[in-house]
């Protein structure tokens, strides 16, 4: 007998029974009653502008964002994370969990007009796993354990032997090489989504560009002015179109918070960051603004294994000394003080299914942390009469630049080691990193899907995101395992453990969503542990 998982959701039912409402310039909302203002705008604030929103090429949280607008896989997420139809209305698992039969609607369409087809996503998978686009995410198609997928990406076998089929034009197959039971949920994410064969064959690398780029999202790209912002409008050919409210979207690249800051008070954006340290501030004085909710990400440092980085780091004892000298108590509560945790581990917290294991020296107190962080760092040879200098680097932004001096100050005061700072703008910080260009680097991982192994299967000695190049045959035999496994958190509990021994990443907290949002932006799903943001669920409310 087949499991089939129907995801033709209440919510969906309810928005069609609501009519083409807001094109025709209804005036309240279809299901809450509420008046809808005028304009239906949403302007919100990036740091820096994403390498790429070419769904085969896009690799950063601000770049999904934008792809998660522009285009639509198989399957979204609702306000709570839970998986709902996207261009796929439901989907059936065989038996032994090893295929996958998605059932496409026949009325979703490219913004040109061309009908989104079960080739398409055949299309964009090969792709994403040639060799020749050598995506930054090709990694993940492994991850999704897709037949023959580690070999394609290898360049060992034809991106045709990818098992991955269009049965018709709305039936697309997908075959595994193991049961992986969160499989569905791992179609969310954006490097799975559909893109359009021709455009991409005649425009090469250019056809994102907003005169060339053909897209089957809610919204289609109007304008791009790179580092400035970039504007997406109602894509009129959209499946949904007619229960879409907001009209244009635009991210406007403001690489300094503060700043930011000051033209959401100006009014100027709908949604921007809180700086660092300022959440009690603003909660008080703006309490139906300020948010803080978890968010699926975690915040740590990367350390540099290879033979480019610092010699002293490739010495445990000096690893865990640095990692043990930083308060985390005072990263968390004082210099950032908007609802961030501590971090001991990799895996965030509140990830679905993830029990925290206990790790020694997070029981401990800092007093004890920063003992034992000395004697360590004297058994690797330094002290006063002969402290360590290293450098850390970080993409720039006040933030991280908070943390980066707190963290230098504690390994200062504790260890006498000597830091030198440095920032970089996010697209040379992510080669400078990925070349293994540097010793210390701040990083940040956020889960493509809700369960521990996207955390952890950044640890995997060949996975695309290890900056560290850390490599250790057990935690790869750990990952292997926990993959098929019913119960894998045993096998997480030993990674976190072995991670905490060996120190290869020092993690150091677990982000929180903590935001500025307009009193006015209704439906952000800040019951989303991933905080997926879809701009065709918000909308405005009349003042």
Known sequence: ?????????????????????????????PETGEALASEQTFVYRVGDESPSFDPGLVEDVDGSKIVRDLFE?????????????????????????????????????????????????????????????????????????????????????????????????????VRLSQPLPYFAQMVVHGTTFPVHQATVEEHGSEWTRPENIVSNGAYVLSEHVPQERLVRVRNENYWDNENTIIEEVTALVITDENTALTRYLAGELDKTQVPAGQFPRLSAEYPEQAVSVPEACSYYYTINMTETGNPALQDQNVRQALSMAIDRDVIAEAVLAGGQKPAYT?????????????????????????????????????????????????????????????????WKQTLGVETELGNQEWQTFLETRGNQDYEIARAGWCADYNEASTFLDLMQSDSGYNDAKYMNERVDELLAEAKTSDNPQAAYTEVEQIIA????????????????????LEGWPYNNFQQNIYSKDLFKIAE
């Open 501 to 520: 021994e060996e120190m290869p990443i020092i993690p150091i907290y677990h982000y929180a969503a903590v935001d500025m949002i307009a009193e006015d």
């Open 73 to 173: 896989g198989l399957m979204n997420q609702d306000a709570d994370g839970n998986l709902v139809p996207g261009v796929a209305t439901d989907f059936t698992v065989s038996d032994d969990g090893m295929t996958y039969t998605f059932n496409l609607r026949d009325n979703a369409m490219w913004s040109n007009g061309d009908p989104v087809t079960a080739g398409d996503f055949v299309y964009a998978w090969r792709r994403a796993s040639s060799p020749e686009l050598a995506s930054p995410y090709s990694w993940y198609m492994e991850l999704m354990s897709i037949e023959n997928g580690a070999a394609v990406i290898a360049g060992d076998m034809p991106t045709e032997e990818l098992g991955v089929t269009a049965i018709d034009d709305t039936t697309l197959e």
């Open 1 to 29: 007998m087949k499991m089939t998982t129907t995801l033709k959701a209440t919510t969906a039912i309810m928005l069609l029974t609501a009519g083409a409402a807001y094109a025709d310039g209804h005036a309240t909302h």
């Open 346 to 410: 990799f895996t965030h917290w509140s990830t679905a299914g993830f029990e925290t294991p206990d790790i020694g020296y997070a029981n401990m107190t800092q007093e004890e942390r920063n003992a034992q962080a000395v004697e360590l760092m004297a058994a690797a040879g330094y002290g006063a009469d002969n402290p360590l200098s290293i450098d850390l680097i970080y993409n720039t932004s006040e933030s991280h630049k908070s943390v980066a001096i707190a963290i230098s100050q504690m």
